[in-house]
């Protein structure tokens, strides 16, 4: 399929900082490792995995947040249910 990507390149192109932690994240979850020549790759199947399983992972679930209001809770709940059942797909169509 493709080859490992460099720290470097990872923050060359993406133009962050952060590349160290959101990667160290990814690996703890089990999506990527850390090869032997020091280069990221994938660890896991992409078919196997949905971009809701990736995004409730990484913890951008808004649902888990508290809000002052009832009213947002519940708009919130009802448009990240939605938001969630659309992206109920495997990472392997999205990448």
């Not at 390149?9 to 900082?17: N, S």
């Not at 690996?27 to 409730?56: F, I, P």
């Not at 508290?66 to 938001?83: F, G, L, M, W």
């Amino acid at each position: 399929m493709g080859g490992g990507l460099s720290k470097d390149v990872l923050q060359q192109e993406l133009g962050v900082d952060v590349v160290d932690e959101v990667m160290k994240d990814l690996q703890q979850a089990g999506y990527c490792m850390l090869s032997d020549n020091h280069k990221w790759v994938l660890a896991r199947d992409l078919n196997e995995s949905t971009l809701e399983e990736l995004y409730r992972q990484m913890g951008f679930d808004l649902t888990q947040a508290s809000y002052r209001n009832s009213n947002s809770a519940d708009a919130i709940t009802v448009v990240e249910d939605a938001r969630l059942k659309a992206m109920h797909r495997p990472l392997s169509e999205v990448v």
